[in-house]
């Protein structure tokens, strides 16, 4: 009977854990897939009866949406891509060559806050004349990427064995050879949690795009945002709207979840 | 970066020695692999911290041209009640929004740690409102504190608690949206403590159930200390995202009503951009930036300090 009730009280906390992000979620779904009337019903419907389509459709017809996703793509891709480019090599060097107080840097770039990079960078593009252009987001989408690309490439390159390069280079190989052919294929399940996260933070980013995005240059999340102080309460339309944009990034969680787990304890900070 | 100083092996010739391997000249050829990181950091990172500093020593409107006034904006803002008071909320959101994930996801991650049906479905769901876009969920949860229509009110009603007034009343809206930050934040802390776990050995425990202990004295003695190492990481962690925290604020209330949840870093984005006040904001950012630098200093030194005694 003791054992019983111990094990109830068990799974009890297990659903106590989970219910908020259950209840939140599955609330997302709920006024995404509902009409109007349902949505400012009281009390609230909670199973979409029939469930509707047409706030999905309006997000597309409406809102330029297709735009947005799309400026999404390219600063997230953009960032990502030069991110892995350049974070790569420099977390090798980094690591081999023992460059402690460089590795320091990276992590207090980690640990300050991105909205203070932002009014010195603002100041900047507006003087080049690149304020609200594609180009600006992606540099500036460069502060995420590239620190957290580095620091983990440093923890994977660091566990990759000496010898194996060095018995490269006896045979002839160049450092570069080394570490092209040797160093980086063993290090290649950081390059993708390195990839992934850097993906993750870029997407979700949200302060960039509302100072440096331009009407045509907006990413996703500041593009809703926007669409929030314009619309009065339009619920369903709204809810599509931010289930769409987190929906990518929900989907790389669920397939990339061991990596995701490994990454973050490898010592990732989340970026804000 | 193709240059190297070993000679080709040709025929027959012998490796060189162990310590030749070892010879100085590998070192400055690792750092042309960082060069174009370098590059790339100290124009989007170091530029903007130096350019701050600059910047917070001048009275500059965004249009205009900066005047040199010293140490003026610092002086300025301890006069600013708006200030003072940002700081307040920005204390008051930070020690709730890392007590409590700490103690929720210490208790996810005991919980985690078992074996039970379902486990890996059941650990993708609670980490998912982790990496789950902030804006998008803000958003959502703006919907759900309506004070009228808003399911968390109706939930509530069927319990029996009367209606809240959530982020609408000065007097609720930091401890709501430390809530939103709760739900946000506290699988990371899950999976740094379940880090932890992980690495536990399993002999204390075999021998302190033969010699009676229960399940508490377990956790508080063997489970607890072995485990403090991580948790100080987790609260260094929380600490300073607490303190970072903007997205979901400045979405769901933008500061308000009033400035009841005006922190530092929403006070920080309107000197800047709604007020246009670079020089000011860029004060705020150096303040900032040394309260960020002097916590982490300061966690990390008590973790190295605090060998848990059991």
Do not use: C
């Amino acid at each position: 009977m003791r054992r019983l009730l111990k094990k109830a009280g068990f799974y009890l906390s297990v659903l106590v854990l989970v219910s908020p992000a259950i209840l939140v979620f599955l609330w997302m779904l709920s006024l995404s897939f509902k009409n109007e009337l349902d949505n400012t019903a009281f009390p609230p419907v909670f199973i979409p009866n029939p469930p509707v389509l047409s706030n999905y459709l309006d997000v597309f017809a409406k809102n330029n949406f297709a735009l947005y996703l799309w400026n999404s793509v390219l600063v997230t891709g953009g960032a990502v891509l030069i991110g892995l480019l350049v974070g790569v090599p420099a977390g090798y060097g980094i690591a081999r060559g023992k460059a402690a107080k460089f590795a320091i840097l990276i992590l207090i770039a980690r640990m300050t806050p991105a909205l203070s990079y932002l009014i010195p960078l603002f100041l900047l593009f507006q003087m080049i004349g690149l304020v609200g252009s594609i180009t600006a987001l992606v540099i500036t989408h460069l502060v995420i990427t590239i620190p957290i690309i580095v620091w983990i490439m440093i923890g994977y390159f660091e566990n990759v064995p000496l010898e194996l390069e060095q018995a490269a280079r006896i045979d002839g190989a160049t450092t570069w050879q080394a570490f092209r052919y040797v160093a980086l294929p063993l290090a290649k399940p950081g390059i993708v949690i390195g990839g992934i996260l850097a993906f993750i933070f870029s997407w979700n980013n949200f302060i960039f795009s509302v100072v440096l995005g331009g009407k045509n240059s907006r990413t996703l999340p500041s593009a809703v945002y926007n669409s929030l102080t314009f619309e009065q309460i339009s619920w369903g339309p709204l809810a599509a709207a931010a289930l769409l944009v987190t929906l990518p990034v929900l989907l790389v969680t669920v397939v990339a979840q061991r990596q995701i787990v490994a990454g973050l304890s490898a010592g990732g900070l989340k970026d804000g | 970066m193709t240059a190297t100083t070993l000679p080709p092996v040709v025929g027959a010739e012998p490796a060189p020695p162990a310590s030749a391997r070892h010879s100085v000249d590998f070192t400055p050829r690792y750092w042309l692999f960082a060069a174009p990181a370098v590059v790339v950091i100290a124009a989007v990172i170091v530029f903007p911290w130096i350019f701050t500093l600059y910047m917070s020593g001048h009275d500059w409107k965004i249009g205009g041209g900066p005047e040199f006034v010293g140490l003026q904006n610092y002086a300025e803002l301890f006069r600013d009640s708006r200030f003072l008071e940002s700081m307040g909320h920005t204390l008051y959101f930070t020690v709730l929004a890392v007590v409590l994930p700490i103690l929720f996801g210490t208790a996810a991650a005991l919980v985690f740690h078992r074996d039970f049906p379902l486990r890996g479905l059941l650990r993708t769901i609670f980490v998912m409102p982790m990496m789950a876009t902030p804006v998008a969920i803000a958003l959502v949860w703006t919907m759900m504190f309506h004070p009228q229509l808003g399911v968390l009110n109706y939930l509530l009603s069927l319990v029996g608690i009367g209606p809240q007034e959530w982020v609408y009343a000065p007097g609720t809206v930091i401890p709501t949206l430390v809530m939103v930050e709760v739900w946000h934040w506290t699988p990371l802390v899950m999976l740094i403590v379940l880090g932890g776990l992980a690495g536990l050995p399993s002999e204390p425990y075999e021998s302190a159930r033969i010699d009676g202990a229960s399940d508490w004295q377990m956790f508080r003695h063997i489970t607890l200390p072995l485990v403090w190492p991580f948790i100080m990481v987790a609260v260094v962690i929380r600490t300073i995202d607490a303190l970072k925290a903007f997205d979901t604020i400045f979405v769901i209330t933008q500061g308000g009503p009033g400035t009841a949840s005006e922190t530092l870093n929403i006070f920080l984005y309107l000197q800047a951009f709604q007020f246009y006040k670079i020089g000011y904001a860029s004060a705020v950012v150096v303040i900032f930036f040394a309260i960020v630098i002097l916590l982490s200093l300061l966690l990390l030194y008590a973790r190295q300090k605090s060998k848990w005694n059991a």
